[in-house]
């Protein structure tokens, strides 16, 4: 296969195109080392190595930096990992590979992204953000879903508190627990009920 540009893309890197329409990005002296000059020829054994052997240890160590900053989206690291030249394949060994370990999961990014912005927003709103983020609807209506009802059920907790007449602030330990396992018997999950009383604390 012939490579048909190689371009500067910056002072360390250079952009090769293949004519088959693949590119990808390699450092000068890797470029160097391989001997891979515009208008030559590169095997298609040659290309899997360079993708196996460099590209795919370079794009899952750029996917862990970029998740290591923030939480993203399955599409936002695709999008990145784009930008930076690696091929489809590369790509998707790199997610495939974050995903074994949860360091990328869009159903807990959505669970976050509704707890955090359903005070401000409307659930629509929420819901259409979540798309633009490339995020699949199903896991948008499970996340909404299970966010919603939680706020639901934290608002039961505290209307059983409020009638046992338990107080946060003067409740001791042995108070504490004692409301916890009465809220536990009516089958409110732990979570919900601790994230209730220590609120209230």
Known sequence: MQI?????????R????LEDG?????????RKKL??????????????EICSEILVKRARRRTMHLLEKMDRTEQQIRVKLQQGYYPEAVIDNAI?????????DDLR????YVRSQRERKSQRRIQMELLNKGIKKELIAQAVEEEYQQEQEQ???????????????????????????F????????????????YLT
């Open 183 to 198: 809220l536990m018997r009516k089958g409110f999950r732990s979570d919900d009920i601790l994230h209730v009383l220590d």
């Open 96 to 104: 495939t590979y974050v995903k074994e370990f949860h360091y990328l």
């Open 35 to 48: 001997s891979l000059e515009e208008g030559g020829e590169i095997s298609e054994e040659q290309y899997e």
């Open 14 to 17: 250079i952009r090769i195109s």
């Open 155 to 181: 608002g039961l907790i505290l209307k059983w508190i409020e009638k046992k007449g338990y107080s946060g602030e003067k409740a001791d330990l042995k108070e504490k627990q004692k409301m916890y396992q």
């Open 109 to 112: 990014y959505a669970q976050n």
């Open 4 to 12: 048909v540009q190689i371009s500067e893309i910056d002072k360390k």
């Open 22 to 30: 693949r590119k990808f990005a390699l450092y000068r002296g890797e």
